[in-house]
């Protein structure tokens, strides 16, 4: 049974994975929690985003991604509430760029790290990113009237796709040596994110697709 939709099932994930290997916003948030925060919260921030992509893969398989792609008022309401957020992402960047380079704190509490999580689930539930690469999934077809094991084998890997591919980011840009480098150049980083975060919110914002 699995076999018989093993290709349709590699190819997903293959679209998916070409998604996370292009950076886009979570890896830009993951970015700057990595080098400001540590590896901790870089990596419950990869959580947050691999479980955003559950609801996206849970929504492609059953549809909801081209409903949503065919009602303008609900695309309309995901765009806004992803620009605005993108747009505070990019308030938060700048404050950074004009402030001395903080202190790592020594430890990391239970709520902090909770919502570290969920602001990483939130961006990438209105990821415009995210959300193309998942409606280019959604028009391959042949997932939604898979079996049920098959569906749970198809949303189970793109959790561990994206947990693994924005894990590895927060592994790698949290590491001494990126870190050292941030840390020397980090006004001129949190400058760059803040330009980008705000460039991805206006066109975003802009956009009537």
């Known amino acids: 049974m699995i076999a018989e939709y093993l290709p349709k099932l590699l190819l997903a994930w293959s679209i998916q994975l070409g998604g996370i290997l292009s950076p886009g916003p979570s890896v830009m948030l993951i970015l700057g929690i990595a080098t400001t925060r540590g590896r901790l919260p870089a990596v419950t921030t990869s959580l947050g985003v691999a479980c955003g992509s559950i609801v996206l893969s849970t929504a492609t398989v ?67 990113k995210a959300i193309f ?7 391959v077809g042949g997932i939604g009237d898979a079996p049920l094991l098959v569906t749970l084998l198809f949303i189970a890997g793109a959790f561990l796709n994206s947990l693994m591919g924005h894990a590895a980011y927060a592994l790698l840009l949290s590491a001494v040596p990126v870190r050292a480098l941030f840390i020397r150049f980090h006004k001129w980083v949190d400058g760059a994110l803040g330009c980008f975060f705000a460039f991805a919110g206006y066109t975003l914002l802009m956009s009537r697709s």
């Open 62 to 128: 059953v549809g909801l991604a081209v409903v949503l792609a065919d009602l303008a008022h609900a695309m309309t309401v995901v765009r806004i509430v992803g620009a605005l957020y993108l747009v505070w992402l990019s308030y938060k960047a700048f404050k950074r760029a004009v402030q001395p380079f903080p202190q790592m704190a020594a430890g990391q509490s239970e709520g902090a790290l909770w919502r570290t999580a969920l602001g990483g689930f939130f961006l990438q539930v209105t990821n415009p």
């Open 133 to 139: 690469f998942w409606l280019a999934i959604a028009g």
